[in-house]
RNA sequence: GGCUGGGUGGCAGAGUGGUUAUGCAGCGGCCUGCAAAGCCGUGGACCUCGGUUCGACUCCGGGCCCAGCCUCCA
C-alpha cells in the first residue's frame, strides 16, 4: 500500500487515486531565463522518481511539468541582455532539457507552457469575473478577491487575518485587498502582451498553472507537486482559482519537496548562494548528483557540500564495483530475490523512501559480493537484482567499467585513458620483472593524478577516485 | 509576531515503545609482493527537563536551538 506526505492535510495517507490505475499528475517547473540549480535539479529528479515509482506499481502515469516562458524576471533578463523573449527562454529549455536528461530524468507526458496557454487562461480569468471572484483594478490588471473564497489558507495552514495582520504585502491602490493578487497584468508600453476583454496584457505567475494544469489533466487530479516555496502564496492561490473557477476540487495529494541548503542557508537566486548544474558536472558525474539527491528524504533539507558529493560518489562506487565484477563472473542462475525486492517496494511505498530503498540496495551488494567470493552461483541473480532495483532509482544503468573510469573528476584536466595504459604497461613490466618499487612508484604517480588501481587476477583494473 | 517542519553515533542519513539501519570514515582480522577492492568482526547515537509506561531515542507537555514560509524563488 502506497502512503503519501499530503500537505494539504499534514498527515502520511494512503494513495487512492480518483480513477482506478491511472494517476494524473502536475509539478511546477521552471521560470526559464537561467540554468538550472541544483534546487531545480531536485525537483526534477524528485518527481521523476514518484512518477517511477507509481508506473512500477502499474500505474497509467500523465505526468505533466509546466514552463514559464513568460513573467516579470524574464522580461527584465532579456531586456538586460538585449535579446528578444522568445531567444532567451528557448535557449534555456534547451538548457533545462540537457541537464534533465544529463540526470537521467524522464521527460514529462506534457510540458505546456504559459505562452501556448493564453487561450485558456483567458478563458479561465473569465470565469472568475463572471463568477465575482475576479474584478478589474483602477491601474487595468485583473485581481482575484481572496475574500470571495473561505478555504483560503487551508494549504499553507495560515489564516487570512493573519496575512493582513503580518501586512508584508506589497502596498497597491489597485487592489481592493492588499492578499488579491493579479490575474491578468495589463502591459506596459513595448511589454510582450495579449489582447483581452479587459485590456492588453499578459497573466499573472498563478493562473498559469491553474490553466494548464486543468487543461491537460481536467478539473480534479490527483497529484501536484513542487518545491516547498511554492506551497504559499502560489499553490493555496492556484487552489483558489482553479476550485472559485470550476467548482469542483481541485487536487487530492499535495506533494512539496525540501530545498537544498548550502550551510544551512537555503540555495536561492536571491541570496546567491547557487550552484548550477552544469557547474558541478564539471566536477562529479551526473549520477553522482541524483545519488546526492536521492540519499536524503525529499522532504527533508538536502545539505549541498562537495563532501556530501564525494559520499555519493564513493556509495557509487561500491554499488557499481559489485556489479562490473558480478557481470564479468557471468553467473546468471535464477535466485529468489523476493526479500529484497520487497523491502525495496516497501521502502518506497513508504512516502517515497529513498535512503532506505538504497540502504536496501547495499545489503544487497554485501550479498552479492559474498556469494561472488563464495563461487555461489546465486551471485548472477543477485546482481541482476541489484541492477533492476537501481534501475527504479534511474540509477546504475550505466556499464559499470564505463562509470567507474568516469570522465568527470578529471573537469578536462587528469590523464588520458591512454596516458593511464601506457603506465600500467610500465608497472606491468616492473611487476614481472619483481620490481616492487618501481611498480609502486608508478602507482603512486598515478594516485596523484588521481587514479586509483586494483590488481586482480587477471590484470590491473583503474578507476578515477 | 503568526504558521510549518526538524534536532539521531566523527560525517551523511533512515527507523522503531523493549532486538544490527545503511553508506563513508575508524579499529582488528582474512586476502594481497605491498596496496586497492571485497569479506569477517568491532567501537560509537538518539538536544534538554518533566510526564505516561514494567520499559521511551521512539508517545504527551514545557524549554532551548536550527531551517523555512508569511515578499520573487524549486
Given at each position: 500500500m502506497l502512503k503519501v506526505y499530503n500537505s494539504l492535510t499534514r498527515k502520511k495517507q494512503e494513495f487512492i487515486p480518483i480513477e482506478p490505475g491511472k494517476v494524473r499528475m502536475y509539478v511546477c517547473g521552471m521560470t526559464v531565463y537561467d540554468f538550472c540549480h541544483l534546487g531545480h535539479a531536485r525537483v526534477l529528479v524528485v518527481f521523476d522518481i514518484i512518477v517511477r515509482h507509481l508506473r512500477s506499481l502499474g500505474y497509467e502515469v500523465t505526468y505533466v511539468r509546466n514552463i514559464t516562458d513568460i513573467d516579470d524576471k524574464i522580461i527584465a533578463r532579456a531586456r538586460e541582455n538585449g535579446e528578444s523573449i522568445n531567444a532567451l527562454t528557448e535557449r534555456f529549455i534547451a538548457a533545462m532539457h540537457e541537464d534533465a536528461d544529463a540526470l537521467g530524468v524522464l521527460r514529462p507526458d506534457f510540458e505546456p507552457r504559459a505562452t501556448e496557454s493564453i487561450d485558456n487562461i483567458l478563458k479561465m480569468i473569465q470565469r472568475l469575473m463572471d463568477k465575482g471572484f475576479a474584478y478589474q483594478g483602477s491601474n487595468g490588471d485583473i485581481f482575484y478577491?481572496?475574500?470571495?473564497?473561505?478555504?483560503?489558507g487551508r494549504l499553507s495552514g495560515k489564516r487570512v487575518e493573519d496575512l493582513r495582520s503580518g501586512a508584508r504585502v506589497e502596498v497597491n491602490d489597485a487592489k481592493r485587498d492588499p492578499l488579491d493578487f493579479v490575474l491578468w497584468k495589463a502591459a506596459r508600453p513595448g511589454e510582450t502582451s495579449w489582447p483581452s476583454a479587459w485590456c492588453e496584457g499578459r497573466p499573472g505567475w498563478h493562473i498559469e498553472c491553474s490553466a494548464m494544469s486543468t487543461d491537460c489533466l481536467g478539473v480534479h487530479f490527483d497529484i501536484h507537486g513542487g518545491g516547498l516555496d511554492l506551497q504559499f502564496p502560489h499553490h493555496e492561490n492556484e487552489i483558489a482559482q482553479s476550485e472559485a473557477a470550476t467548482g469542483e476540487p481541485f487536487v487530492n495529494y499535495w506533494i512539496h519537496n525540501g530545498f537544498v541548503e548550502v550551510n544551512e542557508e537555503k540555495m536561492s537566486k536571491s541570496l546567491g548562494n547557487f550552484f548550477t548544474v552544469r557547474e558541478i558536472l564539471k566536477q562529479y558525474q551526473p549520477e553522482e548528483i541524483r545519488y546526492f539527491i536521492l540519499?536524503?528524504?525529499?522532504?527533508s533539507p538536502l545539505n549541498y557540500s562537495d563532501d556530501n558529493l564525494k559520499q555519493a560518489r564513493s556509495a557509487l562506487q561500491r554499488l557499481y564495483t559489485a556489479l562490473r565484477e558480478s557481470k564479468e563472473t557471468g553467473a546468471d542462475t535464477v535466485h529468489d530475490n523476493d526479500a529484497y525486492m520487497q523491502r525495496f517496494q516497501d521502502a518506497m511505498n513508504d512516502d517515497f523512501n529513498t535512503p532506505e530503498a538504497l540502504a536496501v540496495l547495499f545489503e544487497l551488494t554485501r550479498a552479492l559480493n559474498r556469494a561472488r567470493e563464495q563461487g555461489d552461483p546465486a551471485a548472477g541473480g543477485l546482481a541482476a537484482t541489484l541492477e533492476a532495483l537501481g534501475g527504479r532509482l534511474g540509477l546504475l544503468q550505466a556499464e559499470p567499467e564505463t562509470y567507474l573510469r568516469g570522465q568527470a573528476g578529471a573537469g578536462g584536466q587528469g590523464p588520458t585513458d591512454q596516458e593511464i595504459d601506457a603506465l600500467l604497461i610500465q608497472r606491468r613490466a616492473a611487476r614481472d620483472a619483481r620490481n616492487w618499487a618501481e611498480a609502486d612508484r608508478i602507482r603512486a604517480l598515478l594516485i596523484d593524478m588521481g587514479i586509483e588501481l586494483e590488481d586482480g587476477a587477471e590484470g590491473t583494473r583503474w578507476r578515477r577516485a
Open positions: 478577491s481572496v475574500s470571495q473564497f473561505p478555504d483560503y540519499s536524503s528524504h525529499y522532504g
